[in-house]
């Protein structure tokens, strides 16, 4: 135990954690991690900011408004680094322009080059705010800018991957090689279950230790028992997700309308934003499925509270929020076999799990669910509940991360003493 503070002595500093990522612009699962873990280390002895690249959003979105309303500070390392820099920015343009029409052999265009200066100055405010702010951590959130991760202090920087870990059409050659070695020379590299850290291996080669870590979700549904349904009533089915192709909506469309053709209706909420929705409504008009309809969700304990069943047939992810927000909220789930998914629900206890892409598939199982008894069901219900009190309570995962960071705290101490 540490002897106690002399009478008068001032109180020693809490370690400050930068929360790192590329941006904080919508209402979506890493932006819903970083506030989650920034308000958590707090009750571990840790002080926390949050770091970005990209601009703010002009509309507060709830999990930023969150953050400001927590007193959690957040930035914009290219926001800040342009208006320091509107000097060089403007020397740098000539230079820009003919480099790119002579060299790249491409037209120059103005929102081009605001975009290379932005990311450069956000490089430079990067370096900036390290030599003055002083992080004793940094926690980074997903993939940064390829000229970023070499200013990071490797001793003292821990990666926390946020996709299925497999290299997709965005990486280069170039690329790959230098985020393999920023992944090895990382004090942690943390992953959101087992699957996602063999994909790591696997595609992207790497060697280390990576650390398997579950979703981090505070407890808003307090255990409260889901109210009693009619007896017999049709399943309600629904997603929270970012309405995009990656999620699978696609095939889940495909499945709705097979359902509605064999059972005559179906009973289905799209919870979310995205490029998806007008497509949404569309095929559900085009179709005739009167039961599905598209909501914003403003409270995901709320919207979980009206469903029977969560259906989540990711075609890549990690591990989502909204599925640990469902087992919480004790409702069964429908996941597929991606990144960490199936580490977080497992099959036939707390849902079921299938294979990625398969309209056929997704059929299925919201068959099988409809034709469950409502005692079954809410032993699935049941069993969801207990897996999140096992694995997602925040002070449980907060309390893993939280020895993480005293460790490597220590060792880069050993380092610089």
Not at 64 to 78: D, M, W
Not at 298 to 318: I, N, R
Not at 328 to 344: E, F, H, S, T, Y
Request: aromatic fraction near 8%; charge should be positive.
């Amino acid at each position: 135990m540490r002897p106690p503070a002399e009478p008068g002595a001032p109180a020693a500093r809490r370690p400050l954690v930068w929360y790192v990522a590329a941006g904080y612009g919508l209402p979506a699962g890493i932006e819903a991690h970083i506030l989650h873990y920034a308000t958590e280390m707090r009750r571990h002895g840790f002080d926390t900011a949050v770091r970005v690249f990209k601009p703010l959003p002009a509309e507060r979105h709830r999990f930023l408004a969150a953050l400001e309303q927590r007193g959690i500070p957040i930035a914009s390392l290219q926001s800040d680094g342009a208006r320091r820099e509107r000097l060089r920015r403007l020397a740098l343009q000539p230079v820009w322009t003919a480099y790119t029409a002579l060299v790249k052999r491409r037209r120059p265009d103005l929102r081009s080059f605001r975009l290379w200066a932005e990311g450069r100055a956000g490089v430079r405010e990067l370096q900036r705010r390290l030599r003055r702010e002083r992080p004793a951590l940094l926690h980074v959130f997903g993939r940064l800018r390829t000229d970023a991760w070499d200013k990071l202090p490797a001793e003292r920087t821990m990666h926390h991957e946020m996709m299925t870990g497999t290299v997709d059409r965005h990486w280069n050659e170039e690329e790959l090689r230098d985020f393999r070695a920023y992944a090895e020379r990382v004090a942690r590299y943390f992953a959101p279950g087992a699957g996602v850290a063999a994909n790591l291996r696997r595609a992207f080669g790497i060697r280390r230790e990576i650390v398997p870590v579950f979703t981090i979700c505070p407890d808003e549904a307090q255990g409260r028992p889901r109210g009693p349904r009619p007896p017999g009533a049709p399943r309600r089915f629904g997603i929270l997700c970012r309405l995009t192709e990656q999620k699978g909506l696609s095939y889940l469309l495909e499945a709705l309308r097979q359902f509605r053709d064999r059972h005559g209706a179906v009973d289905f909420t799209f919870g979310g934003l995205g490029p998806m929705e007008d497509d949404i409504r569309a095929f559900a008009q085009r179709h005739g499925l009167d039961g599905v309809r598209v909501r914003r969700v403003e409270s995901a304990v709320e919207t979980l509270a009206g469903l029977d069943v969560f259906v989540h047939p990711s075609l890549e992810d990690a591990m989502p929020m909204a599925i640990a927000e469902a087992l919480m909220c004790a409702v069964p789930c429908l996941v597929c076999r991606v990144g960490g998914c199936a580490d977080l629900v497992r099959d036939g206890v707390e849902g079921l799990v299938i294979e990625p892409g398969r309209s056929d598939r997704i059929l299925e199982g919201l068959e099988r669910f409809a034709a469950m008894s409502d005692a079954e069901l809410a032993a699935f219900g049941r069993r969801a509940r207990e897996r999140y009190e096992a694995v997602c309570r925040p002070e449980r995962v907060a309390a893993q991360v939280a020895e993480h960071y005293r460790a490597v705290l220590a060792a880069a101490g050993e380092r610089s003493a």
